[in-house]
């Protein structure tokens, strides 16, 4: 809707990570739709090029690398600013709920507004 809300959590993330504390050490997770993943490639590489970012996605990464990361995800996240993934991915990766998150967002958070969805439930 042209609100600039990218480009607004953008600047949240920069402004916690310059903060510090015990919350910059945490990664934060974005969950987004797919056909959303190039453009906040594209947002973040353009107004943060500091923050480091790892999407994970069939789309965007190798399966070994998924695989990887949802056998030892601290590990694997341990220094991003901000993991990328999908809503769809989501409902499959239970390894997400292992990892402590500094914020969850949600883009397009229309896609859980029905609650018995097992969509709504798999990002609750």
């Known amino acids: 809707m042209g609100l600039e809300k990218t480009i607004q959590v953008i600047d949240l993330l920069l402004q ?3 903060g510090g504390g015990n919350h910059a ?3 934060n997770l974005l969950v987004a739709p797919a ?3 190039g453009n906040w490639r594209h947002e973040l590489q353009r107004f943060a090029p500091s923050l480091k970012f790892i999407s994970l996605h069939r789309s ?3 399966a070994e690398l998924l695989a990887s990361v949802s ?3 601290r ?3 341990a220094g991003y600013d901000l993991v990328i993934t999908t809503y769809g991915l ?3 990766q239970s390894w997400l709920e292992e990892v402590n998150w500094a914020l969850v967002v949600l883009d397009e958070a229309q896609a859980i507004k029905n609650p018995r969805s097992i969509q709504t439930k798999s990002v609750m």
């Open 25 to 27: 050490a945490l990664p």
């Open 71 to 73: 056998k030892d995800p």
């Open 35 to 37: 056909s959303l993943l």
């Open 90 to 92: 989501v409902r499959q």
């Open 60 to 62: 965007e990464c190798a």
């Open 75 to 77: 590990t694997h996240l």
């Open 16 to 18: 916690r990570r310059r």
